[in-house]
């Protein structure tokens, strides 16, 4: 395992990601981890991640020295540099010397351990604003900049390596063999982390957890839930029963899809619950987000405790239902960790995952995983390629995306809409393109406007194509204008009441993905 020290900010999981990447499995650690217990995990090289600090800042995080003593590999990356710099006696100046953005990097020694191989001059993503002027004693200047002296620092005998600058970063354009050099020359590891051994290791896991006992899964639809249940059902078989809510919520095709493609490609036992009547009473005269969600977020659990009691009568000798599945990804491992006390924005409910209050013991096979390492053990289990492929997709569905009252004629409507949306990116070839693309309807808002001869006062359809890489950030979507115009024409020519379509054009932040 290679451990990545995180030093704050976003930039751990990425370097995490791209460690995996090379085909090396990583985990990411707080920076408050005292060393012994980072060194207790038996790490075959560290990271030291960059971070928002500046190291002269009082309360500054810092690494204890032993840390570079113990023979583990370590890079530094941006803070992490620095850190490494001042704990091991160079010189760090808060010289006011910045630099942000794309910089270019100059390679003094270009057949050193980090850089052999790449060009001379690489432009690479800086963000700092103290810079070292002296590397500590040991260590060769690999590479410079225009302001900072030493941007790179390598020592191959303690094997100790550090950059200025945000290797993990696309904008650092050989940044990953950068990385891999360090991983794999620097370090001496071999590219052999595959999601085939997170399969094996998983249905080991997993049959020595449960044993004759039984589980249950809420499926939503979603990639997560879905692999979650496909890889638990290769370890268990017939010991999991899987539960499905049509919430009535949802787009059109999904509930099939997941009676018959999922069913067909795991042979999983399921059980499909028709509450759409419940959650339509429920939703009955809300229009407020918040409070649709926390409804929404409330049945589903009532129905899945309801569904659970029968799959108990239903075999009530058989041995007893103990363990829920739940699709949590490493992201959200390492964000409900971190305990940084980020702010509520929206109350996200992820139908599929329930809360641990459910008194079962959790299965979580996913829980080391990033999302496209998910979708490449969906594709190795054999599911279809609409499933492991799909979108996200809020757990809360349409009922999100009716801006106003959610009723039936309205999610007709809605679904209607979507389904056109969706038709014309995949036939586009844009689905690898977009993140996602929620389709949202104004049905508080009205407008006129003109249909054949007549005059007509109807709702607005919102399209509201993303590009992003975790959904912390996004940008719209600059789709062809004919993709537009095709969705537009069939929208308002194909769905009653929809007189315009219109595109947001808003980034996240300061708009969310989602309108509510
Ligand atoms: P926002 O709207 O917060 O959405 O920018 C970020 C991502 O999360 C999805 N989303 C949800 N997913 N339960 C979920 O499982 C939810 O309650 C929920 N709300 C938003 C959204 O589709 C986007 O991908």
Redesign the pocket.
């Known amino acids: 395992t290679v451990l990545v020290v995180d030093f704050g900010a976003q930039y751990a999981q990425l370097i995490a990601r791209r460690v995996r990447e090379a085909r090396v499995y990583s985990e990411i650690v707080p920076s408050t981890m005292p060393v012994d217990e980072m060194l207790a995990r038996n790490p075959a090289a560290i990271i030291l991640s960059g971070g928002p600090s500046s190291v002269y800042e009082e309360g500054a995080p810092r690494i204890d020295g032993a840390l570079f003593e113990a023979g583990v590999p370590v890079f530094g990356m941006c803070y992490g540099f620095q850190l490494m710099a001042t704990t091991l006696g160079g010189t760090v100046d808060n010289t006011g010397a910045r630099e942000y953005g794309r910089t270019p990097l100059t390679v003094a020694k270009p057949s050193s351990t980090l850089f052999e191989g790449t060009p001379e001059e690489q432009p690479v993503w800086m963000s700092h604003g103290d810079a070292c002027s002296a590397a500590p004693e040991g260590f060769t200047v690999t590479a410079s900049t225009d302001v900072v002296p030493v941007a790179a620092f390598e020592n191959d005998e303690k094997k100790l390596y550090g950059v200025q600058y945000h290797p993990e970063v696309m904008h650092s354009t050989h940044g990953q063999q950068v990385l891999e050099h360090f991983l794999y020359r620097g370090a001496g590891l071999s590219p052999s982390w595959t999601t085939g051994n997170v399969i094996e290791e998983q249905v080991a896991a997993i049959r020595e957890q449960v044993g004759d006992r039984r589980a249950i899964c809420g499926l939503s639809g979603?990639v997560d839930s879905a692999v979650a249940a496909a890889l638990v059902q290769k370890a268990i078989g017939s010991q999991l029963t899987c539960v499905y809510v049509d919430h009535g919520l949802m787009r059109q095709g999904e509930t099939e899809q997941v009676e018959k493609d999922f069913v067909a490609a795991t042979g999983v036992q399921l059980k499909v619950v028709d509450a759409q009547e419940r959650f339509l009473e429920a939703l009955k005269g809300v229009s407020d987000p918040e409070q649709k969600?926390k409804i929404i977020g409330r049945e589903f659990i009532r129905v899945f405790e309801q569904a659970q009691a029968e799959i108990v009568a239903e075999a009530p000798n058989d041995q007893p239902v103990e363990f829920l599945v739940q699709g949590t990804l490493y992201p959200d491992v390492v964000e409900s960790g971190g305990g940084t006390g980020a702010a509520n924005?929206?109350s996200?409910?992820?139908?599929g995952g329930l809360p641990e209050d459910l008194e079962f013991k959790l299965i979580e096979p996913l829980r080391k995983l990033f999302k496209d390492e998910v979708r490449m053990v969906g594709q190795e289990l054999g599911l279809p390629e609409e499933i492991v492929q799909r979108q996200?997709?809020?757990?809360?569905g349409l009922g999100?995306r009716i801006v106003g009252e959610v009723t039936k004629e309205r999610l007709d409507l809605l679904r209607q809409a979507d389904a056109i949306a969706r038709e014309e990116l995949t036939a586009a070839g844009l689905d690898r393109d977009i993140?996602?693309c929620?389709v949202v309807l104004l049905a508080d808002v009205r407008s006129v406007g003109v249909q054949g001869d007549g005059r007509t006062y109807g709702h607005p359809i919102v399209l509201r194509p993303v590009s992003s890489e975790d959904?912390m950030t996004?940008d719209w979507s600059r789709l062809p204008y004919d993709v537009l115009a095709k969705i537009s024409t069939r929208i308002t020519n194909e769905v009653r009441d929809v007189n315009r379509v219109v595109l947001d054009v808003t980034s996240?932040p300061p708009g969310?993905?989602?309108w509510e």
């Open positions: 979603g969600r924005i929206k996200h409910h992820n139908v996200p997709f809020p757990g809360p999100i993140w996602q929620p959904a996004a996240k969310t993905i989602e």
